[in-house]
């Protein structure tokens, strides 16, 4: 048989919690923010450099994305450039259906009335309230004269300035005006969510009340957050942790996905002896794809090019032996297959059928084969595995 | 429904943040008003004290000489003979002379001699409006007499009734006094009988021509006849010689050579220009520093979607209320000095709707103005700067 499983199909412990479904969920889903091949450049003629090399991220709507990386290495670019603050220059940027290099300035003016924007300097109007300042933003959205009192009162209330909200930013700390500029940009529950810094000047509590709210936002509104930040006390709270390094993403992990993957990995007598960080390694490297149910994921006979391990879903593994044809295991989440393919050279030697939509994250055979090659263990183990089936 | 009283208002919450900056700015917008009312006060002032004794004459029809620009500053003489003519004109009910000359009137005090205007009339007739004149013309019959008018300068000395001085070395009795106010030619006014005036020119040749020619004729018409075509008549016949002028034109003319024909009205029209430009430096001036202070708030808002033309709405929304803010106090101020100065210089200084209206209109146009140089810098204003 062909395939091999690393926890029984219907014994896993882990419930996955309601986040990571959505996450999965929104992974099927269009990307809200789609950037292909964008590049940026500041300057011209002879003082022209190049900040953003060839980009490309997907970012599904309720997700949270953290940006990390260096100072100048583009995140705040790349973030000006979605909250079209800056004009596209190369490649394509895509938000909420808008491709922004062929938008007009007040269709542009329009777009942004749909970002919740978090700057690092709060800048509040000086001369407005608290609940003024949140009003700006509601203002923009038409919403009824009541409503935006009751809207901007709620939201402050939720950040703790429910005694501040006629305060004007001088009477407000360094940190409740930061709250006022997160209750500003969120007041308007926007689709997409531009953060830069939001919880630096926050204390501990404060941080994690504006990052609770912007995990809410993407579980119940589907609201999108891209934020950059240094702040290690809100890390978990990222479905995805995108790093850039001069100009480009030098890492993009789904976070509570790679989560779920090392965790069904390291749950199998073949992976449970490897490094977290190889893991975590195989775990990147490995690609979401959706199979409908009744679908052919490998076919017995075809070359060995993936190895698979199933997210979500049930699939029938089936064996054919001249004319007959004999369904021989049933695979389900955290199961894995097609590594004796990669291993022998040999064709696959049984073809697997998906018994309902599944998802399935793969791992093409020259990663596997750098994984294997990464760690003797590994590769012994694994043949141990393959062999004691055989 | 939703009002713009919904809003926030944030042209109002600006300008009133800060209420130093706000007490001094509206200090430089009363100031610029108070210079423009001063300005637009004492042109205003200017033209109407030229005309003021062109208002207190009793006639139809003015006759003058073409050579004339102004009969309170160039009045040339013309032939006696053609008032004389005009009484000839089917309708015309009275037409009289009035001689209009300078002469030394001295100080009985400092004996400083000084010009002062003489009016000389004939006494039999009443050629003025003024019913307190009018009484008095009988006094004038005797000889060596004047009425002065009251609100001449007081350089001139006493001017009270039984003062005694000389007029051109010649010496007067002040039998009475009158109320006209002195104007930008003249520091004072006597009144006196063409007797007496003709007394006061010793050369012989001087005075026979003096007896010849005077400087303003008065014509009365019959109500019931048509004014237009007695003077178009009078045009024809006096073309060579003389302008024939209603009550409203000759007005219209003495207000046109002060206003255009003399440095005097540019004088006064540029200090009107000055107040306004001032008035437009310093609204800039608040308005560019508030900008300024406010530059990344401005970015802000614009980032989350307020566009260019709501931003350069609310500067020149807070400068309009500068505006008016600034032009109340700056008119009250304006009232008062225009009474003080009234009192002491005897000008006519009045506040009319037109000065109202005419300065409230610049000081809009001046703050939308400086509003809307001082917008330009909230382009600047980069929300891709922001992160």
């Excluded at chain 1, 389900?332 to 696959?348: C, I, K, V």
């Excluded at chain 2, 800060?18 to 108070?34: C, D, E």
């Excluded at chain 2, 013309?78 to 309708?91: S, W």
């Excluded at chain 2, 001449?152 to 001085?165: E, L, Y």
Aim: hydrophobic residues 40%.
């Amino acid at each position: 048989m062909g395939t091999s499983t690393g926890t029984r199909p219907q014994d896993s412990k882990s419930p996955p919690p309601h986040r990571k479904m959505t996450i999965l969920d929104g992974l099927k889903k269009e990307p809200v923010i789609r950037v292909q091949r964008l590049s940026h450049y500041y300057g011209s003629g002879d003082n022209k450099k190049q900040i953003l090399f060839d980009i490309d991220l997907d970012i599904r709507p309720g997700e949270l994305v953290i940006m990390t990386g260096p100072s100048g290495s583009g995140k705040s670019t790349l973030l000006s450039l979605i909250g079209a603050l800056r004009t596209v220059q190369e490649g394509s940027l895509r938000v909420m259906g808008h491709e922004l290099n062929q938008m007009t300035p007040s269709q542009l003016v329009q777009y942004r009335r749909d970002i919740g924007f978090i700057f690092q300097m709060h800048n509040l109007f000086e001369s407005l309230t608290a609940m003024e300042n949140v009003k700006m933003s509601l203002q923009l959205k038409k919403v009824p004269r009541t409503e935006k009192r009751d809207q901007a009162g709620h939201i402050l209330n939720r950040l703790g300035l429910e005694e501040r909200i006629h305060y004007k930013p001088e009477s407000l700390s360094g940190g409740q005006r930061q709250r006022v500029a997160v209750a500003r940009a969120l007041a308007t529950r926007p689709r997409v969510i531009l953060a830069d810094e939001p919880t630096a000047a926050l204390d501990k509590e404060s941080g994690k009340t504006v990052v609770e709210m912007l995990r809410e936002l993407c579980e119940t509104n589907d609201s999108t957050v891209l934020l950059i930040t240094h702040d290690n006390r809100i890390l978990d709270f990222a479905d995805r942790i995108v790093n850039m390094v001069d100009g480009r993403i030098v890492s993009n992990v789904l976070v509570a996905e790679s989560v779920a993957i090392c965790e069904f990995l390291i749950k199998s007598n073949l992976f449970a002896n490897l490094a977290a960080s190889t893991l975590t390694d195989i775990a990147q490297k490995m690609e979401l794809e959706i199979v409908s149910a009744g679908k052919w994921v490998i076919r017995q006979g075809d070359p060995g090019d993936k190895f698979y391990l199933i997210r979500k879903g049930i699939t029938d593994v089936v064996v054919r032996s001249g004319a007959e044809t004999k369904k021989v295991a049933t695979l389900g989440e955290g199961n894995f297959f097609g590594e004796a393919a990669l291993l022998t050279g040999e064709p696959r030697n049984a073809s697997v059928l998906a018994k309902e939509e599944t998802v399935l994250y793969s791992l093409d055979k020259e990663n596997f084969q750098m994984a294997i090659d990464s760690s003797k263990t590994f590769k012994e183990q694994l043949l141990n595995a393959f062999y004691q089936r055989q | 429904m939703r009002t713009r009283l919904d809003k926030v208002p944030i042209a109002w919450a600006n300008l009133t943040h800060n209420h130093k900056n706000l007490a001094n700015a509206l200090a430089g917008i009363t100031f610029a008003v108070l210079l423009m009312f001063m300005q637009v006060g004492f042109l205003n002032s200017l033209l109407d004290s030229t005309v003021q004794f062109l208002k207190i004459l009793d006639g139809d029809l003015f006759l003058i000489s073409k050579q004339t620009a102004s009969t309170s500053d160039n009045e040339e003489p013309f032939a006696r003979a053609r008032v004389f003519q005009a009484r000839r004109f089917p309708g015309v009910l009275q037409a009289h002379y009035v001689h209009l000359d300078r002469k030394f009137w001295k100080n009985t005090e400092n004996h400083l001699k000084k010009n002062i205007r003489v009016v000389a009339i004939d006494p039999d007739v009443p050629v003025f409006l003024d019913p307190e004149i009018n009484s008095q013309l009988e006094d004038l019959k005797k000889d060596d007499v004047v009425l002065v008018d009251r609100l001449s300068k007081k350089h001139f000395g006493p001017i009270t009734k039984g003062v005694r001085t000389e007029i051109e070395d010649r010496m007067f009795s002040v039998v009475g006094n009158f109320t006209l106010g002195t104007d930008f030619g003249h520091s004072g006014t006597v009144i006196m009988s063409d007797k007496n005036f003709l007394n006061l020119f010793k050369d012989e040749d001087e005075l026979n021509a003096e007896r010849k020619r005077v400087e303003l004729g008065l014509i009365k018409i019959d109500p019931a006849t048509n004014l237009q075509r007695i003077q178009e008549d009078m045009r024809k016949e006096f073309a060579q010689d003389l302008l024939v002028l209603t009550r409203e034109e000759i007005i219209a003319m003495e207000r046109y050579y002060w206003l255009e024909g003399t440095p005097v009205g540019f004088v006064f029209g540029l200090g009107t220009v000055m107040g306004f430009i001032v008035g437009t430096i310093i609204c800039y001036q608040v308005l560019f520093t508030d900008i300024l202070n406010r530059l990344q708030q401005f970015a802000t808002i614009k980032a989350i979607g307020y566009s260019n033309r709501y931003l350069v709405g609310t500067v020149v929304r807070q400068s309009l209320i500068l505006a008016v803010l600034g032009f109340l106090p700056g008119l009250l101020l304006s009232q008062v000095i225009y009474h003080i100065i009234s009192r002491l210089l005897h000008l006519p200084m009045n506040l009319g709707e037109v000065q109202v209206i005419l300065v409230l209109g610049l000081t809009l146009v001046m703050s939308a103005g400086s509003g809307l140089i001082a917008a330009r810098k909230i382009l600047d204003a980069d929300p891709a700067e922001l992160f």
